[in-house]
């Protein structure tokens, strides 16, 4: 009698310590990463262009080709449009007037990340070689809070994160570019990660790695140092865009979601993250359309349009939203604030969080 009310005391005493944990909020950003792509898969005039591909045509079709924009995005991306879009919520797909806009008014990569993690679209930061960011972000803010205390991390392929994040006055963790992760900060998976990078080819020069490095050292940081709130930027989707290699974009897309299913995985199985995380997907900007894909820019239309996803703790599972609606990307900051519960306050304006996300 007195061994089962002792096993009952404790079992309770275990789940109130559970439920008093502060929840887990992961990051993934997709660089440049079109919403065309996201909820219609291969553009199969893209596809078949002799500029915009050099891989095996045949193979191409059977990756990405089928009859149906929902067929296609799911063989692009298999983990997003079955799990994401069964457990989840997706954001962003204008064919059913469901808007996502950045507000900035440069369209492209460091004024986005600005606003996904500040919440304001500063028209100061106004280059991707702009300075150590004066702006507060949210991830530094989130750090601040006692039981986020030095849990908060970033890893980036590209090496300007140091700078966004302002990791010399932030003091979160920001692996980026080529750099190895400290030895106090290691395991004896990410040494190995240290090493690999070096080995292969530096395919967008000095600035940036490969996300499968970048990816797989933030999911063996996960397991070694259970980081609270983690972003992880993914950026060859951009790159191969820019590049005009139309097969190799989608074939990053391809590998991101396994990145992206890797990481989910990895909260379902671990019980310091198991439903108590919740994981944002999102981009810095869009690009622009036709023979434009290739590019993003203020001058290039329709390149300030871009999606967000979400999935994990306070999150419906909604699926795919196809109700009219205009959100914007400097609403992601006060976003992940929220989940963690928190209100982002700094010395310059932040946007209100998305609201609808939270709707039962
Ligand atoms: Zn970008």
Redesign the pocket.
Known sequence: MQKTLLTLITALCCTIAVAQEKPNVIIITM??MRWQEIFTGADTSLLNSKKFTTQDSLSLVKKYVAPSAEERRRLMMPFFWKTIASQGQIYGNRKYNNFVNVRNRYW??YP?YNEIFTGYPDTLVNSNDYKANPNENVLEFINKQAAYKNKVASFGSWDAFRRILNRNRSGIFVNDGFEDVPADKSSAAIDQLNKTQHLLPALFGGEERLDAITGFMALEYMKAHHPKVLHISLGET?EFAHGEKYDYYLEAAQHNDAIIKAVWEQIQHDPFYKNNTTLLIAT??GRGQGELWTSHWSDVPNSDEIWFAAIGKNIAAKGEIKTAMQLYQQQIAQTIAFLTGNVFKAEHPVAEKITVLFDK
Do not use: I, V
Request: proline share 0%; net charge negative.
């Open positions: 660089d440049g492209f990569s986005g951009d810095d900007h």
